[in-house]
């Protein structure tokens, strides 16, 4: 049995997987402590982990993050992205790092598991491994790890392969490193030593790869290659998986046992505060052979547009292990978690997202060729409409989408973080021996 702290920031995308994570170690017989917001502490409880709050100055209400940082209204481009990456994610890592301090000092720990947004663990690689636990870090974004082969981080940019696309991807990097993301760095900088006593020893955003071990919820074939790649990367496949679930179905469920196509949208259940994917996909969508199922993600029906046509139906929440069978296409803002959930049951997929991690989702879905990246976040009902078409006609996304749905089937998912612990701390006993 090890002892084992998870870690998350308080944004419910980041906190959900983890839930998952803590109950399978629970039942591993691990002894857990989960460490987030103050509004998790009942689900934290529910997987049978111990729960630790956050401290007020690391702790804020994800449901609506323009009230909880001001200065975020209105920001787009590279100040948005300056500003969610210091305000948001390095301005509560001294909280965050006392938290863990306090935690450790509570009693005896094994190892602390971090999600990539708790930048805590980003100081936390640059403390020797003999002063602190085995540190993993939990890839329930896609893998953030630098490489010649691949674009920096956060742009969205697919790989190209040749000497010409190295040549690109080190000038983007640069680029990134010292323009977009140089204020961020410095702040990031100015915390290590003021925490740690010393600079990172790598650029912020690439910290998980200075982890002891990164465990990523994905398959190969869902990520880029990159050859060399550490043996310290292991991929597991995605944390969710479609169980039989308790979500009644809608009264207009019938409808969709016809022989019409189903297209599913969604925003998820965060960024659904407005509609700027539901409503074009359904104009789109007014006029063709299809029925359109729309989910809210938990917000009132009475908030989507008025006049939805005729073959829309809706709900707050849907049983996804019984929609997704029916599903020929799903359109989505790009959420990690969502995404994985259609390609386990082989559903191409639409996607228009460019915030937080949904641009490097995107970019993942139209370079595997199982679905089509719109690279916006506020597509026109036409645009959708062709890319919906195109997705329907041609069964060469399906069966790339059902290529990586095997793949899926077949990997471990959260169930095989406690033996892949289990096994790095034993490595590290050796060693020490």
């Known amino acids: 049995m090890a002892s084992i702290l998870l870690a998350s920031t308080p944004v419910r995308g980041h906190v959900t997987p983890l839930l998952s994570i803590a109950q399978s170690l629970v039942a591993a017989g691990d002894r857990v402590r989960f460490l987030t917001g103050a509004r998790y502490r009942d689900d934290v409880r529910e997987t049978g982990a111990d729960f630790l709050p956050l401290p007020p100055d690391a702790d804020y209400d994800d449901r609506d993050i323009d009230a909880a940082f001001p200065g975020r209204r209105g920001l787009r481009g590279p100040a948005g992205v300056r500003f969610d990456m210091i305000e948001i994610f390095l301005q509560p890592v001294p909280a965050q790092l006392a938290a863990v301090r306090a935690a450790l000092a509570a009693e005896p720990t094994d190892a602390i598991l971090a999600e990539s947004m708790f930048s805590a663990g980003a100081m936390l690689t640059g403390i020797p491994r003999a002063e602190r636990p085995l540190l993993v870090n939990l890839g329930i974004v896609p893998l953030a790890v630098k490489h010649p082969d691949v674009a920096p981080f956060g742009l969205g940019i697919p790989p190209r392969p040749g000497p010409l696309g190295r040549i690109r991807n080190r000038v983007l990097t640069v680029g990134a490193e010292r323009g977009v993301f140089g204020p961020v760095q410095r702040r990031a900088n100015e915390i290590a030593r003021a925490e740690i006593g010393r600079d990172l020893p790598r650029f912020f955003l690439d910290w998980p790869i200075g982890a002891d071990l990164l465990v990523q919820f994905t398959v190969p074939g869902f990520e880029y290659p990159r050859p060399g790649l550490a043996d310290t990367v292991r991929f597991v496949g995605p944390v969710a998986r479609s169980r039989p679930s308790s979500t009644p179905v809608p009264e207009w469920w019938d409808d969709l046992s016809g022989d019409r196509p189903v297209v599913h949208v969604t925003q998820g259940t965060v960024a659904n505060s407005d509609w700027p994917l ?117 069964d060469r996304y399906r069966r790339k989408a059902a290529a990586i749905g095997e793949e899926i089937r077949r990997s471990p998912g959260p169930d095989a973080v406690h033996d892949l612990v289990t096994d790095a701390l034993g490595a590290t006993a050796r060693d020490c021996a």
């Open 278 to 394: 539901i409503e074009p996909t359904v104009r789109a969508l007014a006029d063709d052979d299809v029925t359109v199922v729309v989910s809210t993600g938990g917000r009132p029906l009475e908030t989507l547009p008025a006049d939805l046509p005729a073959n829309v139906r809706a709900a707050s929440f849907l049983p996804y292990d019984r929609l997704l069978p029916l599903t020929d296409l799903f359109v989505t803002n790009g959420g990690y978690g969502g995404v994985h959930y259609a390609l386990e049951h082989g559903v191409p997929v639409l996607v228009a997202g460019r915030t937080e991690d949904k641009a490097e989702v995107s970019a993942r879905v139209g370079w595997t060729g199982v679905g089509i990246d719109l690279r916006t976040s506020t597509p026109s009902p036409a645009r959708i409409a062709t890319a919906a078409r195109t997705i329907l006609a041609d």
